[in-house]
């Protein structure tokens, strides 16, 4: 008993690092990170040097547990001025949580190389920079690595790009997390579904690309077609406070497995299991029916 007693107390006093914060599901997760008594290093491009959606009477107890550091998570220089500055002033995480994540819609065959690198310096390479530069200061053994995925990321449909860095990512970590494990380090990636954020609203708005996409080109009618009917197929909405909580629990869960699911279309999962012929044949069906 004082065993657990005594790894429970280590886990609450843990500090936990995220990226992505500044926003969305990144400032719920400094929120419900604060309110359980952790210590919260916030890093996003520009973080704001309060204390997000806590009233001022929470946000004046838990302001020695905040620090909040402004980090590219597509720079060298950036990441490794952070643990510079977390080194100078002894902060030793416990938890890393990869959250930083962008979105966009395009055409492979037109959009230049920098866009599609873009996606996928944030998403991917991003969480692979932070982890590497900030695992000598994690803690050994106990700490973790969570990555925010997505279930998406076994469907390879045209005009979306999030899908493919999210399997990269995925399969980046699982391969760290059997690397790490010789450490005592478990790496996990946790899928949720719709969350209400900014990056679900890059969902909402994509009829606003379809000015770009007038001409009789057949592959810019498929996209106009799909900018028109993508926000229809975003199911269930969490909050991202919620999700956040969910996150929590699995931070503080002993053994926690390679891959948890919150909010997850049915349809989608089922989606990702047909074979890429069927899956091809009705995307192309659906995508070919417009009136636009």
């Known amino acids: 008993m004082e065993k657990n007693a005594d790894m429970s107390e280590r886990?609450?006093?843990?500090?936990?690092?995220?990226?992505?914060?500044?926003?969305?599901l990144g400032s719920a997760l400094v929120k419900t990170f604060l309110s359980k008594g952790l210590n919260v290093i916030a890093t996003d491009l520009?973080?704001?040097?309060?204390?997000?959606?806590?009233?001022?009477?929470?946000?004046?107890?838990?302001?020695?547990?905040?620090?909040?550091?402004?980090?590219?998570?597509?720079?060298?220089e950036s990441v490794h001025e952070v643990r510079s500055l977390l080194e100078k002033e002894k902060i030793i995480p416990g938890i890393i949580i990869n959250n930083?994540?962008?979105d966009s819609y395009f055409l492979f065959s037109e959009t230049p190389v920098?866009?599609?690198?873009?996606?996928?310096?944030?998403?991917?390479?991003?969480?692979?920079?932070?982890?590497?530069v900030f695992i000598p200061l994690l803690r050994k053994p106990g700490g973790r690595i969570i990555h925010i995925g997505s279930e998406s990321l076994n469907l390879t449909l045209p005009f979306m790009p999030y899908p493919l860095t999210k399997k990269l990512l995925e399969g980046y970590a699982?391969?760290?997390?059997?690397?790490?494990?010789?450490?005592?380090i478990d790496v996990t990636v946790i899928r949720p579904g719709a969350i209400d954020t900014e990056l679900l609203k890059t969902v909402s708005r994509l009829s606003e690309k379809q000015e770009s996409c007038q001409d009789d080109n057949p592959v810019k009618k498929a996209f106009r077609s799909f900018t028109s009917q993508a926000s229809g197929e975003v199911?269930?909405?969490?909050?991202?406070?919620?999700?956040?909580?969910?996150?929590?629990?699995?931070?503080?869960?002993?053994?926690?497995?390679?891959?948890?699911?919150?909010?997850?279309?049915?349809?989608?999962?089922?989606?990702?299991m047909l074979p890429f012929s069927l899956l091809e044949i009705a995307v192309h069906k659906r995508l070919s029916k417009t009136n636009l």
């Open 114 to 132: 920098s866009e599609f690198r873009r996606i996928f310096e944030v998403n991917c390479f991003g969480a692979y920079r932070v982890n590497q």
């Open 100 to 102: 930083a994540g962008t």
């Open 46 to 76: 520009i973080m704001p040097e309060y204390i997000p959606d806590l009233d001022s009477q929470a946000a004046s107890a838990a302001r020695d547990r905040f620090h909040c550091y402004g980090m590219d998570v597509t720079d060298d």
């Open 11 to 24: 886990q609450n006093l843990s500090t936990v690092l995220i990226t992505g914060a500044a926003g969305g």
């Open 235 to 272: 199911g269930k909405v969490i909050s991202p406070l919620k999700a956040a909580e969910f996150i929590f629990r699995v931070s503080q869960t002993p053994n926690p497995r390679a891959v948890y699911r919150i909010n997850n279309m049915l349809q989608l999962r089922i989606a990702a």
């Open 174 to 184: 699982k391969a760290l997390r059997q690397e790490l494990k010789f450490i005592g």
